[in-house]
Every structure is written in C-alpha cells, then in structure tokens.
C-alpha cells in the first residue's frame, strides 16, 4: 500500500490526504480485526484440544 501525503496548500489537497489517510486507516483496521480474529480462533481451538484432554483423562 503505498500513502502518498502531498503538501496541504490548497483545500483540494487536504481533502484528498484526508480521504487517503481515512483509507489507509480502513485498510488496518481491517487487517488488524483480519489477524486478531484468526489469534482467536486459534487460541479457541487450542483450549478446545487441552479441554478434551483434560476431560478424557479425567474420565
């Protein structure tokens, strides 16, 4: 993803740096909720595993 800040000199530029900072910004927070939730599943299933063991062994 390449950002690209040009000089704020005119109203057209800030408007412009603002909707590709507000893009940028959607792309991480995509990425962000992309990686966590698949921590997520991860960790859940890794509990679900030692929840089983724990349960078979204790029976």
């Given at each position: ?32 909720v992309n990686h966590v939730s698949s921590v ?20």
């Amino acid at each position: 993803v390449c950002i690209l800040l040009p000089t704020p000199s005119s109203s057209s530029s800030l408007e412009g740096s603002a909707l590709s900072s507000f893009h940028s910004a959607f792309v991480l927070l995509f990425y962000a909720v992309n990686h966590v939730s698949s921590v997520v599943i991860k960790v859940i299933v890794s509990f679900a595993d030692v929840f089983v063991d724990c349960t078979l062994v204790g029976k």
